[in-house]
């Protein structure tokens, strides 16, 4: 049952309603925006919720099976709003989004909540954006338990792996000495073995893509290889935090990081070739 205030549920009662929807996505750094469908901005709980056209979401679907709640919005990007640019950096992953009806003549008598969750898939085409919103029911679908793996289930430096990736050669400051495409570039001081920052990540602290994360792909001879394409250009002399990486295997850990104490896999359980086999002979 939805809690109402008693001036919107009488307002709801009535032969006629002034109702509008209004969305409120508010991002992982705090960064609040409003949108309203009313022609004129409403100021709702200290949020101005501007009027923009071409911000529209589809139809809310729910259902009692606690299947994940459908909900797709398009909008346009704007320079003082979305932008293309934080888009492309990931800005608004995982944001909250809420979607509620009020009364534009009284807008702080209350809201009826249809819909709250996160922002999901996004793309992009020209100057419009779609994103996935996905309910509250997303956060039931994880992973209870875990199985057995011969590759380490945790995350290189997390709280189960307690790898201090601050020490010197597994967390380096480099800037980009060459640029060789969107994928490559060359960094000067880079002259750790081959791999050894493979499966890590770079973090961009100046230049077209500051504040950006990317995976690596390859690394060799001061080469660093992108998993994908930067979503700006990069420069020379482009500076980065470069983290050496782990392909989660007992050997890596034991013999790069040092660390066999804490891996979190089994790599001595017999796999299902081993069991089938085993059980052909007897």
């Known amino acids: 049952m939805r809690d109402l205030s008693p001036q919107l549920n009488n307002h709801l009662q009535s032969e006629v309603t002034t109702l509008c929807t209004c969305w409120k996505l508010e991002r992982k750094d705090g960064f609040i925006l409003g949108f309203t469908d009313h022609d004129q901005p409403l100021e709702i709980d200290n949020i101005k919720y501007d009027s923009i056209a071409g911000f529209t979401p589809t139809n809310v679907e729910s259902g009692s099976n606690m299947a994940v709640d459908n ?48 922002i999901g898939e996004v793309t992009l085409k020209k100057s419009l954006f779609y994103a996935e919103v996905r309910g509250l029911t997303q956060f039931l679908s994880q992973t209870l338990c875990e199985s057995y793996s011969p590759h380490c289930r945790a995350q290189l430096g997390d709280s189960r792996c307690k790898f201090g990736l601050e020490q010197p050669n597994y967390t380096v400051e480099s800037t980009i000495s060459e640029i060789i495409d969107q994928h490559r570039f060359i960094a000067g001081n880079l002259n750790q073995e081959a791999d050894w920052f493979k499966y890590g990540y770079l973090a961009w602290r100046t230049g077209n893509n500051a504040g950006t994360k990317m995976e690596i792909k390859e690394f060799a001879d001061y080469t660093v290889t992108l998993s994908l394409p930067m979503p700006f250009a990069m420069q020379e002399s ?45």
């Open 71 to 118: 909900l797709d919005i398009a909008g346009q990007t704007y320079e003082s709003k979305i932008t293309e640019t934080d888009l492309l950096a990931s800005k608004y992953d995982f944001a909250e989004l809420e979607v509620f009806l009020v009364n534009y003549q009284q807008p702080n008598s209350g809201k009826l909540i249809q819909k709250r969750g996160i």
């Open 238 to 282: 482009d500076q980065f935090i470069i983290i050496a990486g782990c392909d989660k295997s007992s050997n890596t850990c034991k013999n790069k990081f040092n660390n066999i104490i804490n891996f979190r896999g089994e790599p001595d359980l017999p796999g299902t070739d081993k069991l089938m086999s085993t059980a052909g002979t007897m």
